[in-house]
Every structure is written in C-alpha cells, then in structure tokens.
C-alpha cells in the first residue's frame, strides 16, 4: 500500500504564503499522477492541483490559479504545493492523494489512497 504523508500546514496572515509537502512511501502506483484536495467545514473536499511524475503536466482549479503552484521532486518522491497570496477562503484541511490509473484528473472518486492532511488556516 502507498503511504502518504502531509506536513507544512499552519496559521498564516491573508497576503502570506505557505508550502506543503507530500511525501509517499510504500508502492508508488507506477508513477501514477498526484494530487491535492481541500476540505472547509461545512464544504465538500474539492480539487486543487494535480501533477505528472513523468512530464510534470499540471492542472489547477480556478480558484488557485495564478497562486498556487504545484511540484514534484522525483528522487524523493515528493510532491509540494507552494501557495502565495493567501485569502481566508482557503482556510481548509488539504490532502494529499494518488490517482488510480495513469490518466491525470480533478475528481476526488479517481484517486485512490489519500494522506490524513493538513491544516492550513489564513486569518484576514
């Protein structure tokens, strides 16, 4: 089983930034895309970014882009997110997860293992 685990989470001022980090471990679904999710109480957990160990092809959700900025490190096989310019609204737990096939997507049901998150909270 693959093992996922967040960090990188905490309190930060609306304007300021933050990066998680992901680190897997186990079997690494050959390679299969990554992703990361957020949770708001009250809200359902909805997609963020998404990201190709092979070609490093993203994708983002509207509301992130331009902001937020995910990577990977291949060799140790990890993947971030880097967010800047926080707003209240993305106060949230966020999630790390691994897709279930080879093909890259933004819907929660594709991926199949998932970290236990991170909080992340932006105070106005």
């Known amino acids: 089983q693959v093992q996922l685990v967040e960090s990188g989470g905490g309190l930060v001022q609306a304007g300021g930034s933050l990066t998680l980090s992901c680190a897997a471990s186990?079997?690494?679904?050959?390679?299969?895309?990554m992703g990361w999710f957020r949770q708001a109480p009250v809200e359902e957990r909805e997609f963020v970014a998404a990201?190709?160990?092979?070609?490093?092809?993203?994708s983002y959700a509207d509301s992130v882009k331009g902001r937020f900025t995910i990577s990977r490190d291949n060799a140790k096989n990890t993947v971030y997110l880097r967010m800047n310019s926080l707003k209240p609204e993305d106060t949230a737990v966020y999630y790390c997860?691994?897709?279930?096939?080879?093909?890259?997507?933004?819907?929660?049901?594709?991926?199949?293992?998932w970290g236990q998150g991170t909080q992340v909270t932006v105070s106005s």
């Open positions: 997860a691994a897709d279930r096939d080879r093909i890259m997507s933004t819907r929660r049901a594709e991926y199949a293992y």
């Open positions: 186990g079997r690494t679904c050959n390679n299969y895309p």
């Open positions: 990201i190709t160990w092979s070609s490093g092809s993203t």
